[in-house]
């Protein structure tokens, strides 16, 4: 420990443009300045390996750009009002969908208006166990629930439980119809574990009151091994898009929701839509081709996400010795990075670098999983950029522009929160502010909230309800 803030005191004493680069991203155009570059200079290569030794993590670059966002502005950020970015007219429009004019293929069915069964106390129409994908490699989790406030439909009874609907293109919910009613997508994923698909009904008046679709989509976990989870829940959004003509609701404004996991796999399909890495796994489980997977909104309670950048400095108890890619491969990030079976792999190729030198113990292991392929022929670098929001958003990453980005953005976060960098948030926000197809990011750090669905006021339920309201109205 004192190791750690004797050299925090010598790198805020030595890089001060580091720490305004950060503090004052806007002025100093943010996009545009190298994180690495600044401290190469300043150290050199040498000096990092050292410094990572220290660490047990992902190095100086990242232990820098960490530090400077938190002495500059996480209490700022903790004690302020939250900051809302929003574009003006003059800014540009997202691209068109890369799927647009394609051509849609697949074997699957549409939703069947003829199989719809209806909640009398709710005033919902609902179906479940929905396939999303011709091929799915785990039918326990691969269906999607759907429920639709009664008013957007027009329903018959079939004297067998079942009801047959066609859409209500007069009913009203609010402001809503059955032609402009946002739907929404939770993502119940803690730690990135599988989301269980509905096998009964559930009651989401809370959603369908406010005219909201409400589709539930299960999808793998980390057992199954990234990218298995955003992989499911892409597929799903295709078949929205794929039924949109049987299912009342506007497939071009779907809205992903979720904590922990599950807010870093909503940050993930915010960031990654229709990005061509994730096609050959999309294609192994034979989802709809042809339409798009990108959604318009990404609500993220205390995501985690740039997990290859956890320095574990910032919170020592909180993670052992590797943070995320544990020596022993234990963590549920090596679960995550591993291939299918369970079983943990090593990703952290800086960190393997160290123990190469080291000639440790542990250096045969992780070059073994470094090389290894999985199914569609990636190795794990590919995998973790595809499970790295910032690959997609920074102009500096191979990632940059080869995705579509969702419009609008709501980020909260505990400022005490553990489980990964406390700066992990506003990189994102801050990253996303510098899209230009970005309409809108609303963030905010939270005093005295841990890693929680973190709200200044009110709670998360209806705050979220509220911000997909405001986000409909200025679409």
Known sequence: MILVLLYDFVVVLYWPELLLAYAF???LNWKKINCCDIVEKNVGRESVSLAVCFFSMEGIYMKMKWMAVVLSGAMMAALLPGVTVVRGEGSSEASENSAAGTEVVTNLSKIDPSAWQYNADDDVYYQIGIS???????????????????????????????????????????????????????????????????TDYTSVTEYTGEGFVYVHAGCRGRDAGAPAGVTDLKAAVRYVRYTDDTLPGDAESIFTFGMSGGGAQSSLMGSTGDSSLYEPYLEQIGAVSGVSDAGLGSMCWCPITSIEAFVSAFKSASKNLGAFDQLDGGQGENTLFGYGDGNGAHFDATLAGILSELENEYAS??????????????????????????????????????????????????????????????????????????????????????????????????????????????K
């Open 25 to 27: 991203a806007d002025y």
């Open 132 to 198: 999303y994908c011709e091929t799915p490699a785990d039918t326990t989790y691969e269906t999607l629930a759907v429920f639709v406030p009664g008013s957007y439909m027009t329903g018959t009874e079939n004297g067998d439980g079942t009801w047959t609907c066609e859409i209500n293109s007069e009913g009203t919910v609010g402001s809503y119809t059955a032609e402009n009613a946002p739907i929404v997508m939770p993502i119940n994923t803690p730690g990135y574990s599988a989301q269980s698909a509905l």
């Open 365 to 474: 292991a992780y070059a073994e999983d470094l090389t290894k392929t999985d199914s569609a022929g990636n190795t794990v670098d590919v995998r973790l950029n595809m499970y790295t929001p910032l690959y997609y958003l920074l102009e500096s990453e191979e990632g940059y522009q080869t995705s579509q980005v969702a419009k609008y953005w709501r980020i909260r976060t505990g400022i005490a929160q553990g489980d990964c960098a406390l700066a992990t948030e506003m990189d994102l926000a801050l990253a996303l502010e510098n899209i230009d197809t970005v309409e809108s990011v609303d963030f905010e750090t939270i005093w005295g909230a841990g890693h929680t669905q973190a709200e200044r006021t009110g709670n998360s339920t209806d705050n979220f309800i509220q911000w997909v309201n405001d986000c409909m109205s200025t």
